[in-house]
């Protein structure tokens, strides 16, 4: 049942079984978290796919804050900030900023952001407060900072767009930054690598990775063997791993170049087989795709495609 009655009397407890009247910080603050992603999520409801997916993972982001601020794991705010800031700075280059003070309501999703961008400076509020009181880390305050200013950056990036078609919107929009990338993304590159495969009569395995190597994303298509499972995975961790496609690593083994003897060892995570691309932005690798169930030369078309989708913003 949904209802248990434990905080009938105006109490309830964090993750540490700590009970506390629900006016407390604690709970102002997790309140206005929680208020924060509802807002978030009434934004997303009108947004286009990229704004849509980088809402999609600050909601994501906030059950790990709101966690840590219950009392339970810790969560990495200096760099979950610095992701949000190579979000702003890939926004905003694709808009001009306006630099006269600027009335919400343009646009219904700009106006929705705005306001999810004053509850973001209410929930920084109420951490202030319980920072002072409970020592939290100083980072949180700079990640809630950074976070209104992403909100804003969105809402005038939506404004800009004004009352384009989602069609329009999608070539538009810069991509999200999925390490970041993201299960949405992930499954994106591969359905659209899958259907390009079929449109070349194959039935292939596409794999997305993370940069460290985690598996995002797998598709197999009907009829594809089960051996390019394995086969689609270790391409994207080998292009991943070497830092560069799986066939320029093949060409430079056997080129006595610098990976020389590589062709004759014992890795076995790593497979010199055309068909892994790493997925770039900015200049970092954010990821990588890997493709089986074709020729040499077809995976590494089929892989090639998957990564220009990506950096392109189109996946």
């Given at each position: 049942m949904?209802?248990?009655?434990?905080?009938?009397?105006?109490?309830?407890?964090?993750?540490?079984?700590?009970?506390?009247?629900?006016?407390?910080?604690?709970?102002?603050?997790?309140?206005?978290?929680?208020?924060?992603?509802?807002?978030?999520?009434?934004?997303?409801?009108?947004?286009?796919?990229?704004?849509?997916?980088?809402?999609?993972?600050?909601?994501?982001?906030?059950?790990?804050?709101?966690?840590?601020?219950?009392?339970?794991?810790?969560?990495?705010?200096?760099?979950?900030?610095?992701r949000f800031e190579t979000l702003i700075d890939a926004f905003e280059n694709r808009m001009q900023r306006e630099k006269a003070f600027v009335l919400s309501g343009k646009t219904k999703l700009g106006a929705l952001l705005d306001v999810a961008r004053t509850v973001a400076r209410r929930a920084e509020r109420s951490v202030v407060t319980l920072t002072k009181r409970y020592m939290l880390p100083p980072d949180i305050n700079?990640?809630?900072?950074?976070?209104?200013?992403?909100?804003?950056?969105?809402?005038?990036?939506a404004d800009q767009l004004g009352n384009a078609p989602e069609r329009v919107q999608r070539t538009a929009e810069p991509a999200a930054v999925p390490n970041e990338m993201g299960l949405q993304c992930a499954e994106r590159i591969c359905r659209a690598v899958l259907e390009k495969a079929r449109a070349m009569d194959l039935r292939a395995v596409c794999a997305v990775c993370s940069a460290e190597g985690s598996l995002f994303a797998l598709l197999r298509d009907d009829g594809a063997l089960l051996a390019s499972i394995d086969i689609a995975q270790q391409k994207t961790n080998t292009a991943i791993s070497l830092q560069m496609s799986t066939k320029q690593a093949l060409e430079l083994s056997e080129q006595k170049d610098q990976l020389y003897g590589l062709q004759f060892g014992s890795a076995a995570d790593l497979i010199l087989l055309p068909g892994g691309q790493t997925l770039t932005q900015n200049g970092r690798i954010v990821g990588g795709v890997g493709v089986s169930g074709g020729l040499a030369w077809q995976d590494d078309e089929l892989s090639l495609y998957g990564k220009e989708l990506f950096e392109r913003g189109e996946a």
């Open positions: 949904i209802y248990t009655k434990q905080g009938d009397g105006g109490t309830s407890k964090t993750i540490k079984g700590f009970s506390q009247p629900k006016d407390a910080p604690v709970f102002q603050a997790l309140g206005t978290l929680d208020e924060l992603s509802a807002a978030l999520g009434v934004a997303k409801s009108e947004a286009g796919a990229t704004v849509r997916d980088t809402i999609t993972v600050i909601q994501s982001e906030l059950l790990g804050v709101g966690e840590y601020v219950a009392g339970g794991r810790p969560f990495d705010f200096a760099a979950a900030a610095t700079p990640y809630l900072n950074r976070l209104s200013d992403l909100l804003y950056i969105l809402a005038r990036y």
